[in-house]
């Protein structure tokens, strides 16, 4: 069984940055993709960024040019560099894994079946 555990999340001004980590233990997905997503209290979640096996990324257009995921295959681990943050960015961000994919990823919730338990980001004006 997977279990991702996010870290890094907390509270920072507009224009800061942040920089999320998401460990992977038990099946760590290792090749699959993986991405970051968020949501806000009454809203439905959304996915941030995604990256496949090889590095290959794709991005939410809020997000473009500000963020930027990676992640260490050999360690198991996804990041999540954030800059240029916005009161906007402001939700509870979660890492997941697509246990059936690896070359090509999609930034849709549904498809992704391996979730950690979030980690807050608050943004302020």
């Known amino acids: 069984q997977v279990q991702l555990v996010e870290s890094g999340g907390g509270s920072v001004q507009a224009g800061g940055s942040l920089k999320l980590s998401c460990a992977a233990s038990g099946y760590t997905y290792s090749t699959q993709c993986k991405g970051w997503f968020r949501q806000v209290p009454g809203k439905e979640r959304e996915g941030v960024a995604v990256?496949?096996?090889?590095?290959?990324?794709l991005y939410a257009d809020s997000v473009k040019g500000r963020f930027t995921i990676s992640r260490d295959n050999a360690k198991n681990t996804l990041t999540l560099q954030m800059n240029s943050l916005k009161p906007e960015d402001t939700a509870k961000y979660f890492c997941a894994a697509d246990p059936r994919r690896s070359s090509v990823c999609y930034l849709s919730v549904g498809l992704y079946s391996a979730w950690g338990q979030g980690t807050q980001v608050t943004v302020s004006s």
């Open positions: 990256i496949d096996r090889d590095g290959g990324t």
